[in-house]
């Protein structure tokens, strides 16, 4: 699919990295766990903040709600992020998609970089997120999460590229008119229509990254086929681990290693454990079903109905199965062991879940994580691949093919 990879990447498996999945666990010091977390460029491919920025949220405090703000960015050693365009599906309706993703990528470029400018830095390229890091600032970097913000558009695309948007997640939990999603029982296009490899090649010719998170398992595989640089999951984890349909297959992360793509890890708790995923009323539609008859039994009028749902839903929600740090340490390892050490990031779809694990709270816990890499096995060299390495080295291959 392109010729950058002569070598699957499903066979360089280092001794390393080999190592790191049989390795007996040891202690890190606190010294090599700063040191390691210091070096490392960590970037995170999804980060749904800007969800409250566009409402009027100052990122720079910090806040009690949430998992993010600046404060915490800095704590964690973040050194930059790809702040979520998001666009609900609502907004496909009356072609009121494209006007909002106009918002979200003004609140990342006016309300989180221009707000506070000596902090943040907008960055296009893997070079500026470098530059970005060498004047201790944090690189933002912008993808739009939902493809129906193009309003079917090649224009419109090319004008988002323009403002700075770097990827794009090609559906959201609804299929559009040219790309399933994995949310979507109907899969109206068989996967990628004709159109949808028009966008596909366009976004290759752009050098902006194609994400097939939310997609669906066809859509993946036909994106797999149209498109000649590597695609990536800005935010996914592994279906083996935790069976819900925005998880990725054994066999999906595998022939996306062999292509040179990724896999960034998911943090909500329904993506990496399974008793979370069956005990979450989003990810199990049976409880969700459940709380829908019990409100439409208890309560009369629509206002009062849907009322006693956010109610039902919320308390259920709070007693469902946390995930902990050693499930996000397990996803990692299975990527790992199916596609090599190159496959793998972070994605951790911050202020986007409801339910962060026991040990990842926040942004600020970070080195938690480089802790728990660290005493499983892990170098410090496959560290800073895991945190950034990787997505700076697609990045560059995505902007080498627009050249």
Known sequence: MHGIHSIPSIVILSAVSLACLTAQTRRASDAEVDRVHRSALLIDTHNDVTSE???????????????????RLKQGGVGAVFFAAYVSGTYAQGNRAANRAMEMIDTIRHDIVGR?????ELALTADGIAAARKKGRIAALIGIEGGHAIEDSLRLLRNFHALGVRYM??????????????????????????????VVREMNRLGMMVDI????????YDVLEASTVPPFASHSSCRSLANIPRNMTDAMITALGKKGGLVQINFGCEFLNQKSAETSTWANPKIAEGLRQRANAQAAGEKARAELLKKLTSEADAKMARATLEDAVAHIDRVVKLAGIDTVGIGSDYDGVGCVPVGLEDVSKFPALTRALLEKGYSPADVHKIYGGNLLRLMREAEKAAR
């Open 53 to 71: 920025t566009v409402k009027g949220l100052d990122i720079g405090p910090l806040r009690q709600q949430g998992h993010t703000d600046l404060v």
């Open 116 to 120: 506070h400018p000596t902090d943040f």
């Open 169 to 198: 997640t090609l559906t959201h939990n609804n299929s559009n008119h040219w790309a399933d999603s994995a949310g979507d029982a109907n899969k109206p296009n068989n996967g990628l229509s004709g159109f949808g490899r028009e």
């Open 213 to 220: 998170s939310h997609a669906s398992d066809k859509t993946f």
